[in-house]
């Protein structure tokens, strides 16, 4: 089924209210009214390279937290798939097994979410690290199948709690998101 992407967000955009389940069952809204919003998008239950990501934005959650913003993150994997991967994250985590945020945001997939020579070092680097999780029994491997493939290319949105989108990056390839200290930079300049 071939769907048309809505056209991508760009700062000063606006998202409507929503409110969205997580996979443990719990409502989350986006805009948050009160605090930002990290707004996540990633490829799927288990993908390596998002762990990689993940784990920093784990290692790290108190700092976010405490510049007020609320992270998010979506994979396009149904929620009975993804939750046995989400149990020890401490954010809000979404499935979106059929893609409508995808579209409605201008999330991408391409084959050069892997193809680009600077996703290697990361690919590399996050199927080392997540064997090792994987045999240590602190992360378990992704389906074979992928209904929405692994293609994915990732997406970062702050968002204000009116709505208004503050700054974006589409990535390029699979490993190109912000940091951390990105993140924790936008948010400074965003009070």
């Not at 991508?8 to 969205?20: C, E």
């Not at 409502?27 to 288990?46: I, K, W």
């Not at 976010?64 to 994979?75: H, K, L, N, T």
């Not at 080392?128 to 929405?148: C, S």
Request: with cysteine.
């Amino acid at each position: 089924m071939h769907r048309t992407l809505t056209k991508k967000k760009a700062p000063g955009d606006h998202v409507a209210r929503r409110d969205l389940l997580t996979v443990q069952g719990e409502a989350v809204t986006v805009p948050a009214g009160d605090r930002l919003v990290h707004l996540q998008f990633r490829r799927f239950a288990g993908c390596p390279v998002c762990n990689l990501h993940l784990r920093s934005v784990t290692r790290r959650h108190a700092e976010i937290e405490a510049a007020g913003v609320r992270e998010v993150v979506v994979f396009h994997s149904p929620a009975d798939e993804l939750l046995p991967h989400a149990v020890d994250l401490p954010f809000a985590v979404v499935a979106d097994p059929t893609r409508r945020l995808y579209v409605e945001f201008g999330v991408e997939s391409a084959r050069r979410a892997l193809l680009d020579p600077r996703a290697w070092w990361p690919i590399a680097r996050s199927l080392a690290t997540g064997v090792w999780a994987v045999l240590r029994g602190r992360e378990r491997l992704p389906a074979r199948r992928q209904p929405n493939g692994r293609l994915g290319l990732p997406a970062d949105l702050l968002i204000a709690g009116d709505g208004r989108v503050l700054a974006v990056r589409y990535g390029e390839h699979a490993y190109d998101q912000w940091s951390v200290d990105e993140l924790l930079e936008l948010a400074r300049g965003a009070v």
